[in-house]
């Protein structure tokens, strides 16, 4: 069965470098997802990636964030400058225009020190 | 704004027994809802949609609109039922973004 794969499955960083977290969502999907969860908490909309560009982001991902597909295969969020309320297990997710469902990949957990 | 509220963060139950996960949502329109797994160490998966109406793993959830609530149900619960289970809202007017309720660990004791 197909998969959306993530790397790393941890990252540590300290509090201002900039972080990549990459994504290999299933190859005939079309929609792109991020979600984080914090410890304890809710998993939350990050940003949502179709046709090239963002067609939905959430109040939590600003100026510090950015996504891209740079070939066609990968997905990345980058953080530009990490903060220690950026620690969390981030999730990403793709799925088809015909199915409601999505497919989550495994998650990275990113801890900021 | 939409929300989704899973009141139970842990629900213990014996192996055999009837089990709900309760799950009620806020919205204006018309909502598609979703349950989640997520067993231990593994992603996130889909368990069940409400427009599809199935039964997966012996679970079953109806959309009650009256209500407000979806809530997962399974009348014999097994061990290898032990996980997280999430009920998420999909908004078909912001991209198809989830929103999750908070959660609800499953844990079945023989």
């Known amino acids: 069965e197909p998969e959306v794969t993530q790397t790393p499955s941890h990252q540590v960083t300290q509090m201002g470098q900039e972080v990549i977290l990459r994504c290999v969502p299933i190859?005939?999907?079309?929609?792109f997802y991020w979600y984080r969860q914090i410890l304890g908490q809710k998993v939350e909309f990050l940003v949502s990636?179709?046709?090239?560009?963002?067609?939905?982001k959430s109040e939590i991902f600003d100026d510090q964030f950015s996504v891209e597909r740079p070939d066609g295969s990968n997905f990345t969020l980058k953080i530009r400058s990490t903060k220690l309320e950026d620690s969390a297990m981030y999730f990403c997710a793709s799925r088809t225009g015909f199915s409601y469902g999505y497919t989550f990949g495994s998650g990275t957990r990113l801890t900021v020190v | 704004a939409q929300r989704v509220t899973q009141p139970e963060k842990l629900l213990s139950v014996f192996k055999g027994a009837p089990v709900e996960l309760k799950c009620n949502y806020s919205?204006?329109?018309?909502?598609?809802l979703f349950w989640y797994v997520q067993y231990s160490r593994q992603r996130l998966q889909l368990l069940l949609r409400h427009i599809s109406r199935e039964s997966i793993k012996g679970f079953t959830a109806d959309l009650n609109k009256g209500e407000t609530s979806f809530h997962l149900k399974k009348p014999f619960a097994q061990e290898e039922d032990s996980a997280m289970y999430y009920c998420?809202?999909?908004?078909?007017?912001?991209?198809?973004?989830?929103?999750f309720g908070g959660g609800t660990r499953l844990m079945v004791k023989p």
């Open positions: 919205y204006s329109g018309s909502p598609e």
């Open positions: 990636f179709y046709n090239n560009e963002i067609s939905e």
């Open positions: 190859s005939n999907h079309l929609y």
């Open positions: 998420a809202l999909q908004n078909y007017n912001a991209g198809n973004m989830l929103t």
